[in-house]
């Protein structure tokens, strides 16, 4: 059996308040340090409301993400759902798409990777989410079991910004 399938819910996607990240572009000029901000479940106990938050620009919001359902969906500034990002317990060969509240069509697709090597070390079991919007732009993203996020690419017609997790900690 797969080693990823059998990982628990939160093992790609750990929701642990305070856990910071770094990124860097590659061939870009700076880091990109966040900071994973967990708020308070509602009354329901059904939904966790989380943020990461640029470090060094206090009030500026990287993302703002609701957990619900057993999906992460992004939250547009007004608080409306932009769809399911994730599908939690993340696992290999799962696709799904949405529409975002901009009218597109985001088509998502989860594959497993295998080992990585980044600046931030060797990682097992990484997992890639690919999202296709309907009006041409594409990323990915890149997890791994214990840390979360570890790396992304945006691309902007053929070209790929490229990020890779540098360091991380748990705050």
Not at 16 to 37: A, H, S, T
Not at 88 to 116: F, K
């Amino acid at each position: 059996m797969n080693r990823a399938k059998t990982k628990d819910t939160f093992a790609y996607f750990p929701v642990k308040d305070n856990m910071q990240w770094v990124y860097k572009e590659v061939g870009g000029p700076g880091l990109i340090r966040v900071r994973l901000e967990v708020g308070p479940e509602t009354e329901q106990g059904r939904e966790l409301y989380f943020h990461y938050r640029d470090i060094p620009e206090e009030d500026m919001w990287m993302r703002h993400l609701r957990l619900r359902d057993n999906d992460v969906f992004l939250v547009d500034r007004f608080g409306d759902e932009e769809g399911p990002i994730l599908r939690l317990p993340m696992s290999v060969e799962q696709n799904w798409a949405y529409h975002t509240n901009h009218h597109m069509v985001v088509r998502c697709y989860m594959v497993e990777i295998g080992d990585v090597e980044i600046p931030a070390g060797h990682f097992e079991d990484v997992i890639k989410v690919e999202y296709q919007y309907s009006s041409g732009f594409s990323e990915a993203e890149f997890y791994a079991p214990g840390v979360g996020l570890i790396g992304y690419i945006e691309r902007y017609d053929d070209e790929d910004k490229v990020f890779q997790l540098v360091e991380w900690s748990e705050e």
